[in-house]
């Protein structure tokens, strides 16, 4: 007889079978179920869990023959009618293990066989008699007929109120189909629960001590010593060579520098004249401005500190003074009308007075500077020649010039 090999994929637990009959119902049957996998083995006790119509589930153990698992076919598989079958594996030998490996569900199917016991006389009424008796019965019956489940039942009442039952059952399920195409795979399942960490494993035995290095040679900390006699100073450094020595003369007064000079500048008008005057160390230069038939117009404004003058043109002249107070060596000042940008003008100023050392005598040079932040803004120092601070408050003199447009 031919054995039914049964070839089942570990990933997919898909399973398919050389043949989906194992027999007729009565045969002796000497086949083999031989169980293998076309990916990757699975190790461990195999069981085949079944089915059969009308019972309840059981399982017979299988014997492992190298990279199968083998089972020959038994009585209970040899009754007609469709046997439901699932290979289990599982780790060890205890039945209660949860497996390690499920099949999907698979069928095997015994064919119906008549297995007569009675022996049937020679002579059989005609078919036409048997249809005339059935056809005059029937004027004379009433049938009913109900399904529950997978059972009709058919009740028969005759004329004289006897009952005939009859019950017909649902046909055997025909044998498995071919394997369709291997579906989607499944959304991944939600992780598993962390498994506990391992136990530490045992320390290992600590290894030899090695040698002992040389002694290494005597360290030698240097020492340093500063001295001064007169305008020389001696640095003297021991160390384990002995002792070295340098000397160092002070270095001899400079020469004076140039005194410093503070530019000036004023604008006067009268009419259509105005005249600019800038005063530095290399004289006054000053420049007229005739705007009688240049159709350029002037707007003119001053206050207490500030005069400007601006021009239609985009020429802007404003002047005025700024108080630096005292122990402080700058001030602060903010043009009435912005120029365009911090490119697009010049500033000069000088120093109007300031304490009782500004004149006479006594007079110390002062140096201003000023510096631009922005457009409007920015800062005029006010320093002495000797780098020491002012203690009262001094006025300082400012001019600016250039383009507001």
């Not at 795979?185 to 939600?190: C, E, S």
């Not at 001590?209 to 100073?233: F, R």
């Not at 005194?259 to 160390?281: E, H, L, R, Y």
Request: no cysteine.
């Amino acid at each position: 007889m031919e054995n039914i090999n049964i070839l089942i994929n570990k990933k997919t637990r898909q399973v398919n079978l050389s043949k989906s009959v194992i027999g007729n119902d009565g045969e002796n049957l000497q086949e083999n179920l031989i169980f293998s996998f076309n990916d990757e083995f699975v190790n461990g006790t195999a069981r085949l869990e079944l089915i059969k119509q009308g019972l309840a589930a059981s399982y017979v153990m299988l014997e492992k023959v190298g990279e199968t698992y083998q089972l020959p076919v038994q009585s209970v598989m040899t009754k007609g009618g469709r046997l439901t079958m699932q290979l289990v594996i599982t780790e060890g030998t205890n039945n209660e293990e949860i497996p390690i490996f499920k099949s999907n569900v698979f069928y095997l199917v015994v064919n119906s066989s008549i297995n007569a016991e009675i022996e049937e006389d020679e002579e059989y009424p005609q078919w036409i008699d048997v249809a005339n008796t059935k056809l005059n019965e029937l004027d004379n019956i009433d049938i009913d007929i109900e399904k529950v489940n997978h059972t009709a039942t058919i009740t028969i009442t005759k004329k004289d109120e006897t009952q005939e039952i009859v019950n017909i059952y649902d046909g055997e399920q025909g044998p498995q189909g071919i394997q369709g195409p291997e579906g989607p795979a499944g959304k991944d399942g939600k992780d598993g629960v962390d498994g506990k960490d391992g136990k530490d494993g045992t320390n290992g035995t600590n290894g030899k001590d090695g040698k002992d290095g040389e002694n290494g040679q005597d360290g030698y900390s240097p020492i340093a010593n500063v001295s001064k006699s007169g305008n020389v100073a001696t640095i003297s450094i021991t160390d384990k060579n002995g002792t070295t020595s340098a000397t160092i003369n002070d270095g001899t007064n400079g020469t004076n520098g140039v005194d410093g000079f503070s530019p000036s500048a004023s604008v006067s008008q009268s009419g259509n004249i105005t005249t600019i005057s800038i005063t530095d160390k290399e004289g006054t230069t000053t420049a007229s401005i005739d705007t009688s038939n240049a159709g350029i117009t002037i707007d003119t404004g001053s206050n207490e500190y500030v005069t400007y003058l601006k021009f239609s043109n985009g020429i802007l002249i404003q002047y005025g003074v700024v108080i630096a107070p005292g122990n402080q060596n700058y001030a602060d000042y903010t043009l009435p009308i912005a120029y365009k940008n911090k490119d697009s003008y010049e500033i000069f100023a000088n120093t109007y007075y300031g304490g009782n050392d500004y004149s006479g005598s006594n007079a110390i040079v002062t140096i201003t500077t000023p510096q631009k932040v922005n457009e409007n803004t920015g800062w005029i120092y006010n320093v002495r020649s000797n780098s020491s601070t002012f203690a009262t408050p001094r006025m300082l003199n400012w001019f600016t010039i250039g383009f507001w447009k």
